[in-house]
């Protein structure tokens, strides 16, 4: 058996506004699949399990300097909910995406994969 990749499904009422977000504002690698219709190319993935009450997943996405990041961000118009926290597992926060999405932004403390 081969895995050969790992495809996130995001929604939102704001679809288009989000994929102008991955594109402009993460710069991330695209493919449109049609009708503007984009397919990204998503950095390194972990993939974690974590004991819970409910069957759930969820989104986050690493960087290496939290603070730099957001500034970055920022500057593209990214905004974000609360203040920086430390976790057991890192420096946290919650970026604000179009349409109510969010998304976990963090700076790892622990041991990565990639």
Not at 3 to 29: C, K, Q, Y
Request: charged residues 15%.
């Amino acid at each position: 058996m081969a895995i050969t990749g790992m495809h996130t499904l995001v929604f939102s009422p704001e679809a288009e506004a989000v994929r102008a977000v991955l594109r402009d504002a993460f710069g991330w690698n695209h493919i449109d699949t049609g009708d503007g219709w984009l397919i990204f190319a998503a950095p390194p993935t972990e993939l974690g399990v974590h004991p819970g009450e409910q069957p759930s997943h969820s989104i986050s996405l690493m960087c290496d300097d939290l603070v730099a990041t957001m500034d970055e961000l920022s500057a593209k118009g990214i905004e974000f909910q609360g203040p920086v926290e430390e976790r057991s597992y890192g420096i946290v926060t919650t970026m604000l995406l179009p349409g109510g999405l969010t998304m976990m932004l963090y700076e790892p403390t622990h041991p990565t994969v990639n």
